[in-house]
């Protein structure tokens, strides 16, 4: 073909330009790309070396001088081009840049100042005007840079090389930080730096030990009694339990191997080991993720999308899965950054009534290293908090010896296991089910006859009730909603021994059940109250007395003897206490506590001198004693003593009725019986030909008696205006169990439970776990079926109930394992005044558990530990405090993304087949006969 002729008319209307002035030196450099770019990097890395104080500030000067110098120039030739609006969309965009630096500047020194326990540097570092002026050029600069190279800056961010690159590094970066022991994170105390490093050494240094042991474990050998034991488990409890146990042997050993492994390693590497540390440390790889550069990563990952995204504009329904999932991954950075920036982490602990309106938030320590306390502008009350723990059954042949141990093991508590065991020891076999099994249940300890569960023998016990009689009881009691006699003020069983099971005190009605005529008639004729004081007797042995010294225990009462070798003893109370706590003042005398003393305690002198005559030397100075009593344990003790030696009580030691004693001087040489005996004494009595009778001794008045040997039988005590009534006598009574399993308590109903305890101060009511057990026996002495209820036992303690089979060989508890069930908490939301806030009329309550915080007011609280009672110290729980506002918008990206994902594999590929699928028939249809087809 041959070429287009020139027309020599346009070679000659054709004028040249004049060629432009070549620049100088400066002004070319100041025009190169280089500069800007040098200008910057250098710039960055200087100032970021300034912001964790590795090195002043000042040398960042230069070369953003020059990266302003090389801007200026650039933006006085582009100005006629871009205009005035680029220009201010690039100035609002430079203040963003620079707010958002400043924030990186302050985010990146907060960090480094708690490291150092809080303590700001005062000498190198950004100052707070001086930073903020250089993050705003800094942040200029960076977007004149952008602005000013835009095309190349567009295809490297929008390049799938670079996108895989950065990708890559934030993966790499990620698994070191895995890979190497990382700092505290948010929420947490710093650690000690010994305790931090130790941790790393055996941590991160130990990478080579568990890499070995990965690949060749080392060789386990056990031992014979090992074996032993094994080998009994399996005989008694089945094979599985016995690999279960070989496991667990096999493991024990190889980490005890594994830890020996690792001691010698960084015992022989010390020195290179801390070298390491120091090098990671340096780097930041051992607290990569809170580092300036790793952030720095994911800000360029999420440039690197938005670039992707705009790129490929405008978007179709085809890419709608495509689109979705990048938009996902910008949604989750953008809550993260918005998490970063606004995140407030702590913790608050509380007991039941306390109110708490400030956290203590580690991640902002005061400059003594303690954490800042924020408040949160409401108060948040705790109603109640409880703790509970999962329960398995323990089985042992505590006659048959494995190794060193009992024969015993663990079984998970759920209705509907069977179990099948085998005593080693006789060959005897046991079935076990586990019919029911409650985390909570009512269990009510009754006495019942003998005959009526299938047992023998059985002890008189009666069954009580105290009645409120409200006309006697006085006009406090004016205007009650029960009638007289029927209102029930407590209720239980009377043992002949003192013991009574309800709350009101042992000591205030005894049963005795006289083995002679004679004798029941001297305690109906009130033989007992003869000689005693007020609150009974008190017998004081003096060293050289061959027989106590015996003083009435009232005020001013005494009573004195002389020894043969001449010393003259004597004793005086001075003041009798009806209730003296130790610690605690005591309370004034009234008349309910002269009825039933809590804490009985007399004040006593005692002097020691020579007789002369009958009176006492004046030169011999007396010595004070507080004889400090218990009631319930004295009636205890008495019990214990006369079922232990068959008589009523006198072999009971000196002194052991004198709960707590203390004295100075002659008193301290002495030894106290305190024989207390209550103002007003009821017992019932009976005998052989007594029929059962109420009797009351009051001083000073002859005994009341009434007839109290049928049920129904009813009389007033006296005291605090209370009837005693006999519902039921039982002759031979054994103890039985009424389990009323409950089922889960909700929230609701724990929520009054806890506002009912803090506004009456009574407990709520006792609960326990429980399983019942049939158990089928089958040895030489033939087959037999029991079933029987288990209680569970606290761990560390005995006294639930347990099973025993019929030879006593085999043992069946349930306890309660380490393995926290539930841990929670009632919260209630209160206004600054502390009066509940009200949300739709009702005020904002909760139960928080694990998983299930309180939020409010952006803050949310997570149950994070909880403290058991101990030592007069209520109960409490640590409650993590967290404000995050980034959280939404975090799982909304996660949302996004999945869905952008779902979309991407299924949605996408189905449109882009239907739409060829379409394109096929059309073009089908246009090439068949008589179809038309476009030019």
């Not at 952008?146 to 390049?159: D, K, N, P, T």
């Not at 024989?675 to 019932?684: D, G, K, L, M, Y």
């Not at 109420?694 to 001083?699: A, E, K, Q, T, Y």
């Not at 008696?705 to 009837?723: E, I």
């Amino acid at each position: 073909m041959a070429e287009n002729p020139v027309d020599p008319r346009e070679v000659l209307n054709t004028t040249v330009a004049p060629s432009a002035p070549s620049p100088g030196p400066l002004r070319a450099a100041l025009r190169s790309a280089w500069t800007g770019w040098l200008g910057g990097i250098l710039t960055i890395v200087l100032l970021g070396f300034a912001c964790v104080d590795a090195a002043p500030w000042w040398p960042a000067i230069l070369p953003l001088l020059a990266l302003a110098a090389c801007l200026a120039v650039r933006a006085a030739e582009e100005w006629p081009r871009v205009g005035f609006p680029a220009c201010t969309l690039g100035v609002g965009a430079w203040t963003v840049a620079a707010g958002l630096f400043r924030a990186g500047i302050g985010w990146s020194r907060e960090w480094d100042a708690l490291r150092v326990s809080g303590a700001l540097p005062s000498d190198p570092g950004l100052g707070s005007s001086l930073g903020l002026g250089l993050s705003i050029l800094l942040g200029g600069a960076f977007l004149g840079v952008l602005f000013l190279h835009g095309e190349a800056i567009w295809r490297s961010l929008s390049s799938v090389r670079l996108a895989v690159t950065t990708l890559a590094a934030v993966g790499i970066l990620s698994v070191i930080g895995t890979m190497v022991v990382q700092r505290f994170g948010a929420g947490s105390l710093p650690e000690p730096e010994q305790k931090f490093v130790e941790k790393f050494m055996k941590g991160q240094g130990a990478i080579p030990v568990n890499a070995r042991f990965m690949v060749s474990p080392p060789k386990v050998v056990l031992t014979g009694a090992e074996e032993e034991k094994i080998r009994l488990t399996g005989e008694a409890f089945g094979e599985g339990k016995a690999r279960q146990m070989r496991l667990g042997l096999t493991q024990m050993h190889e980490k005890s191997e594994k830890a020996l492994a690792i001691e010698k390693h960084v015992a022989a590497r010390r020195e290179h080991l801390l070298s390491l540390f120091e090098h990671l440390e340096f780097l930041g790889f051992t607290n990569v993720f809170r580092t300036w550069w790793f952030n720095s990563l994911l800000v360029l990952l999420s440039l690197q999308v938005l670039a992707v995204m705009v790129k490929r504009w405008p978007w179709g329904w085809p890419m709608s899965g495509w689109v979705m999932t990048h938009a996902g991954v910008l949604v989750t950075l953008a809550g993260c950054v918005i998490s970063d920036g606004l995140l407030r982490d702590g913790s608050v602990g509380m007991s039941p009534g306390e109110t708490a309106t400030a956290f203590e938030e580690a991640t902002l320590l005061q400059p003594d290293g303690e954490p800042s306390r924020t408040p949160f502008g409401f108060g948040v009350r705790m109603l109640g908090t409880d703790q509970s723990f999962y329960h398995e059954l323990q089985i042992a042949f505590p006659a048959v010896t494995a190794g060193d141990d009992v024969l015993w093991t663990q079984e998970q508590l759920r209705a509907g296991r069977v179990l099948k065991l085998k005593d080693p020891g006789n060959g005897a076999t046991y079935e076990v089910r586990i019919l029911d099994a409650f985390e909570r249940a009512r269990v009510q300890s009754v006495m019942v006859p003998a005959k009526s569960v299938g047992r023998e023998g059985g002890a008189p016990v009666l069954r009580l009730r105290y009645l409120l009689d409200e006309k006697a009881a006085g006009e406090s009691h004016a205007g009650h909603a029960h009638a007289p006699g029927e209102h029930v003020v407590d209720q239980g069983y009377l043992f002949t021994d003192g013991f009574y099971s309800g709350r009101v005190p042992a000591y205030a009605v005894r049963y005795i059940v006289a083995g002679t005529e004679e004798e029941a008639r001297g305690h109906l004729a009130g033989r007992s109250m003869e000689g005693m004081g007020k609150h009974g007797m008190l017998h004081v042995t003096a060293p050289g007395l061959d027989r106590p010294l015996t003083v009435k225990a009232e005020a001013d009462a005494s009573a004195e003897a002389v020894a043969p070798d001449g010393t003259l003893w004597k004793v005086t109370v001075r003041r009798y206490h009806p209730a003296y706590w130790v610690g605690r003042e005591p309370r004034p005398e009234d008349e309910e506590a002269e009825a039933w003393p809590e804490k009985p305690a007399l004040e006593v002198l005692v002097r020691r001198g020579t007789a002369k005559g009958d009176a006492l030397d004046a030169g011999a100075a007396p010595g004070e004693m507080l004889v400090y009593a218990d009631p319930d344990l004295q009636s205890q003790w008495e019990s214990m003593v006369r079922n232990a030696s068959g008589h009523g009580g006198e072999g009971a030691p000196a002194g052991m009725k004198a709960a707590m004693k203390w004295g100075s001087g002659p008193a301290g040489l002495c030894s106290y019986r305190y024989e207390f005996a209550p103002p007003v004494q009821t017992w019932i009595v009976e005998g052989p030909g007594i029929a059962r009778t109420l009797v009351v001794h009051r001083p000073g008045k002859e005994p009341e008696t009434a007839d109290f040997s049928k049920p129904g039988a009813t009389m007033p005590l006296g005291v605090q205006g209370l009837v005693l009534r006999l519902e039921e006598a039982i002759p031979d009574a054994v103890p039985d169990l009424r389990i009323e399993g409950l089922r889960e308590e909700t929230d609701e109903e724990y929520l009054a439970s806890c506002l009912r305890t803090l506004e009456t101060g009574a407990p709520p009511e006792p609960t326990m776990a429980v399983a019942r057990l049939e158990v089928k026996e089958k040895d030489a002495a033939g087959e037999r079926t029991r079933t029987e209820w288990l209680l569970a036992e606290k761990r560390g303690e005995f006294g639930g109930q347990r099973f025993h089979s019929t030879d006593g060989r085999l043992l069946i508890a349930m306890v309660e394992t380490n393995n926290s069930m539930m841990f929670r908490s009632a919260l209630e939301v209160v206004g600054r005044d502390g009066n509940p806030i009200l949300e739709d009329g009702e005020p904002v309550r909760t139960v928080v558990k694990v998983n299930h915080p309180l939020h409010w007011g952006g803050y949310a609280f997570y149950q994070n530990n909880f403290i058991a009672a101990a030592g007069g110290r209520p109960a409490a729980s640590v409650f993590r405090v967290k404000y995050d506002r980034g959280i939404p918008t975090i799982y909304t990206g996660f949302v996004i993304l999945t869905l952008g994902t779902c979309m991407l594999l299924y949605v996408d590929p189905l449109l882009r087949k239907r739409r060829r699928e379409a394109a096929e028939r059309a073009a089908a249809a246009g090439a068949a006969p008589g179809g038309t087809t476009d030019a």
